[in-house]
């Protein structure tokens, strides 16, 4: 059986996760609308195969070509989660989290079952207490959300919503308790190869406007919200006494998706959280898949260092779980 | 023809610049005030000759010896733009750029032309909409600037610079729409030997006050105003979907400088923007030729390994140029 | 006589102090609390023997095996300043500091005497004036600090702190003045078998709430406070200009240390700084020992490259120094 080529959706992380294919011997195909294929033309080391996704057709081809597609958040968020969850293409990931992960209800019952620690939250806006944050469903990058303590304003807000059809019913927005704290996404990779959970690293995203605003004084605010459309992130690096903490709440997430949604996760996740003046983790949302904030190691992760010896990035490291899992004949325990 | 050495004026990006330089096997000559000499010793891995800045002659020495100068922010500040321009040596980057930069409407101009998107500008104070950040001429790096939306306040700001002889006349000051979003500082290399562009990466300033006040709440923050003073930088590594809008933004700057100041920018460049809420980034200014927020990434970009196959400070990029086009017998291409 | 093995405390510091003495060939002992070990057991990188904290016959046993402490945060605040000034087990590091560092008055008295720009401090509430930080005794992490510029809500927190146990008396609370602008952590590496002082990096505090309220609009923000709990680190790289600056204000707290506590500082040290819009850094605490800000360059720092012409992380450099001092004999500079 001949190596797997790879298959990347443009944006998001397809450079490290074509960059690590391609040191990996992988063969790379990356698709996606045709003006969003230019930038790969652009950099000497990213070799592969461009195409324009034509819709399930292409996904069929590659499948066809003996390709495997790598769950990345431009895959989901611009195949959609039925392409995703319906398409005959070989996965690397638990395609079956993409479902899970859509629906604001199943999110939080997952991480409620995994026993993690998250905010309150709320069914209506008439049980609402304190700084909550309201949510639109699916993965819109922070757009559209509200921050408010006033249920007068989250009714106005919720009713915009359903006019104007970003949602279909007011049962899909979700009143989330604002827990404040510093944000922390903490980056992991569940190997099945190694059988091992592997911590790679940590971002901050970098919010318009919620980190525009906070340069500015009150006086020249004026009536400026925040909101919170990711444009970037940074790196950063938690106390090494949280690690362990961070660890077992990625240990635990795993546990609960081997129970809930068989075989488990495989490869990258994200848990993403804020830490509270009394230095603990509340998870406000998870991310089943590979985040952009693993872009802030373009470079490598010294994390991954801990257990490899060398700075990796996560591209890298999927393809490295690919190609040991194709060495091995264990290709079946990393695709869904 | 010997391998020229290269002048670097202490301070800014000089350590990165002489670094480079050392490893491609050019000489290095760092020059500036005696007591800013002084650091230059300090650490082993810079050697070169050190040179008290006695005014014009030293850069008549440097060419009379065969030297080049580096376009650099520390250059252009303390030698003044008029020194740099008016010089016999010659200087690796586009000399004639730093007359636009120095005069906000021509700096302005040029990004009109190259088609970028900038934000509103008002030709005086009561034309003025909106919250608007009113900006002293040259490269101040922040100090003294107003945010405000009161035409009073902007009035008597103005007034007062005028007063203390900060600039000549009103007509200097310049009142430009303030956007809010993220700001992102994208940085270039256009490589005349390799015939195109590179992008090097990204940076966001650290600056007192803005980034001291943020974490005061209002009501400690009493009636301090926000100020723009650079500190120092971050790394921030931008969503995968802007790249491709950063690189063609450069492109177009590249154009346009060789439209209206050829032969156009050689070497390093800065586009400074603000991405809005709607993922789209806004010009507010340009640098033509290195930034200080390329020391985020002393130890070597990883957006210049899509490139290089190898991280390089942008430092080491200047002196691969210089060291190419010698080789190629080329260098006329990269001097002004 | 044998290479000594080093022992390092849980947590803080101890992922790169481990790594570096793996990689320099040093024995590598980590103790603490039996909870706090297992974190270390997750990395493959990580080898050495673990050993459970027992109070003062583990430090005896370390040091009856010919092992040396590593002065470090973790140490200091969980053994207690006063377990580490009598433990008969050698420490790498100026342990005599410890005293002064838990101690404001000799703390500032130090800043002072090393001729280091401080901000003025109040010796009581009535001295007040403008806006102040009042602070807790000991290495806290930023806990229940208090920004205000009211007598009465100085007073009224400082009343708290006695009932509540958290100081004795009232003149073991500190009033300084608040200044505003970057807060820079610049980090230091005193080589006695070298005999010169290396910067080794920079970064700034990631903390709950200050960098959590920030990013809310004062609507949102409601009756919240600032508060100062330290949860990550980020990096960060000042402008140049200001590097000579750092390192005259580091000579200075050496010679200081030397001075007044002889034989003076050993290995790293942070003097944390905030730097004001006129480009001033201000010292409004110092750190005689790693911080854990130096996580920050976790895969190596570019500013220990000019000495060293590769990155370390400080762990690595703390091990060099133990490596050298060894080989050459001169164990007894480096350890107090």
Redesign the interface.
């Known amino acids: 059986m001949r190596v797997p080529s790879v298959a990347i959706y443009t ?5 490290q996760i074509a ?1 690590g294919c391609i040191e990996e011997g992988l063969g790379v195909i990356i698709f996606g609308p045709k003006e ?1 294929l ?2 790969y033309t ?5 070799r592969g195969r461009l195409e324009e996704y034509r819709g399930e057709e292409t996904l069929e081809k590659i499948s066809s070509e003996g390709g495997v597609l790598v769950l990345s958040g431009g895959a989901i968020e611009y195949l959609t989660p039925r392409v995703v969850m319906s398409a005959r293409v070989p996965v690397f990931g638990l395609r079956e989290l993409t479902r899970w992960e859509a629906d604001w209800f199943l999110k939080t019952r997952l991480l409620q079952d995994a026993g993690l620690p998250v905010p309150r939250y709320f069914r209506g806006i008439d049980e609402v207490e304190g ?1 909550v944050i309201a949510k639109l469903p699916g993965a819109k990058g922070g ?1 559209g959300y509200l ?3 006033s249920r007068s304003e989250l009714e106005r807000w919720a009713e915009k919503q359903v006019e104007s059809g970003a949602v279909e019913s007011i049962d899909q927005l979700f009143f989330q308790e ?1 827990v ?5 996404y903490a980056h992991y990779f569940q190997s099945p190869v190694m059988d091992r959970l592997e911590l790679t690293g ?1 971002d ?1 995203r ?17 009536n ?4 919170f ?16 903490d961070f ?1 077992e709440m990625g240990e635990r997430f795993v546990e609960a998706t081997g129970r809930l949604i068989p075989p488990g996760i495989v490869g990258p996740f994200c848990l993403e959280t ?6 603990k983790p509340v998870i406000f949302e998870f991310s089943g898949r590979i985040v ?1 904030g693993t ?2 190691y ?6 991954l ?3 490899w ?1 060398r ?1 990796l990035t996560v591209g890298r490291r999927i393809a490295m779980e690919l190609r040991m899992a194709w060495e091995q004949g264990r290709l079946g325990e990393v695709l869904t």
Chains 1, 2, 3 share one sequence.
Do not use: C, K
Request: charged content about 20%; proline content about 6%; cysteine-free.
């Open positions: 944006g998001h992380t397809a450079l960059l969003r230019r930038l652009r950099f000497p080391a990213i700084l757009r921050v408010s303590s604002y404040v704290g510093t944000t922390m940590f901050v970098y919010e318009a406007n919620a980190d525009g605003i906070r340069r500015l004084s009150p006086r020249s605010l004026g400026l919200r925040e909101s459309v990711v444009t970037g992130n940074f790196q950063v690096y938690p106390r090494e006494r949280l690690l362990e660890i804020v830490v509270t003046e009394d230095l952009a872009n802030v373009l470079g490598g992760s010294p994390y260092s801990l257990y010896g700075p």
